[in-house]
């Protein structure tokens, strides 16, 4: 089992940031891939950004540009940095641990940008 915890979310207006936070619990983070997705009311959810052990990364379009996604393997912690957010930005966001078949999920946090 591998319990993960979001943070960093609350309400902002168009143009700032936020830093989300995914703290995990499992001894052998540094193997896991770690993803952010994100689901806004009415919509599917959608992978935001994802960070791979060695370091690869992939974003969606959509946030290319505004968003870096890194790891700090010694805190067991993937960030998400969130620049230039648009009111089409809010939804919950959720991380996501990846090992083989496996994929474990964090509680989410909320992200509300105003216009």
């Known amino acids: 089992q591998v319990q993960l915890v979001e943070s960093g979310g609350g309400l902002v207006q168009a143009g700032g940031s936020l830093r989300l936070s995914c703290a995990a619990s499992t001894s052998i983070f540094s193997i896991y891939t770690i993803a952010w997705h994100r689901q806004a009311p009415g919509k599917q959810r959608e992978l935001v950004a994802a960070?791979?052990?060695?370091?690869?990364?992939n974003y969606a379009d959509s946030v290319k540009g505004r968003f870096t996604i890194s790891r700090d393997n010694a805190k067991n912690t993937v960030y998400l940095q969130m620049n230039s957010l648009k009111p089409e930005d809010t939804a919950v966001y959720y991380c996501?641990?990846?090992?083989?078949?496996?994929?474990?999920w964090g509680q989410g946090t909320q992200v509300t940008v105003s216009s």
């Open positions: 960070i791979a052990s060695g370091g690869i990364t």
């Open positions: 996501a641990a990846l090992l083989g078949p496996r994929t474990y």
